[in-house]
T-cell receptor, first 117, second 117 residues
């Protein structure tokens, strides 16, 4: 069983729709949860960052973490064509571990999102 | 946010040749840099972690003699793919962490697409 599971899509929605992206994981030691956006042939850029359980909102984006269910979500409200990209979830056990591996990020496969005008 | 650059952005080489990829943190000091590989429709897979001034730590299954990593300064890490073969064709992405920041954020470079003929 892979540590992080993410539906690769593709997911196609009309402009203005609410988008829900999800990941599940198996390692209960994960504490830090991130969502990255990656445009084609570009490196990932950090969108949202959450520690432990709870919600975090930033503009049109909301990240949710449910550690009891080992499930994280990213919601995009009022989606725009410019949101079309691949969205990667990532998580790690620790935020700082010099010389160790607990701070390493484990990525999902990414979900390709297309927002149609 | 902090900026990480990679050079070259793409490279095509013949089988058996060696290719060097540079990763630079432009406006911060990166005591730790990470090298990832991403095959089409797959997640980013961590290849190795390098701390400035010390040997890189390779993930299981990654040949350290084939993927040479040098992190000689706080702003530069290089990955050399030695005797490249077509199966090494992939998207190589580096990231850098700034220990001055109290979170787990890694800043990613734009990636280097390697094609081995």
């Amino acid at each position: 069983q892979k540590e992080v599971e993410q539906d690769p899509g593709p997911l196609s929605v009309p402009e203005g729709a609410i988008v829900s992206l999800n990941c599940t994981y198996s390692n209960s030691a994960f504490q830090y949860f991130m969502w990255y956006r990656q445009y084609s042939r570009k490196g990932p850029e950090l969108l949202m960052y959450t520690y432990s359980s709870g919600n975090k909102e930033d503009g049109r984006f909301t990240a949710q973490v449910d550690k009891s269910s080992k499930y994280i979500s990213l919601f995009i409200r009022d989606s725009q064509p410019s949101d079309s990209a691949t969205y990667l979830c990532a998580m790690s056990e620790a935020y700082m571990n010099y010389g160790g591996s607990q701070g390493n990020l484990i990525f999902g496969k990414g979900t390709k999102l297309s927002v149609k005008p | 946010g902090a900026v990480v650059s990679q050079h070259p952005s793409w490279v095509i080489c013949k089988s058996g040749t060696s290719v060097k990829i540079e990763c630079r943190s432009l406006d911060f000091q990166a005591t730790t840099m990470f090298w990832y590989r991403q095959f089409p429709k797959q997640s980013l897979m961590l290849m190795a972690t390098s701390n400035e001034g010390s040997k890189a730590t390779y993930e299981q299954g990654v040949e350290k003699d084939k993927f040479l990593i040098n992190h000689a300064s706080l702003t530069l890490s290089t990955l050399t793919v030695t005797s490249a073969h077509p199966e090494d064709s992939s998207f190589y992405i580096c990231s850098a962490r700034d220990w001055a920041l109290e979170d787990n954020e890694q800043f990613f470079g734009p990636g280097t697409r390697l094609t081995v003929l």
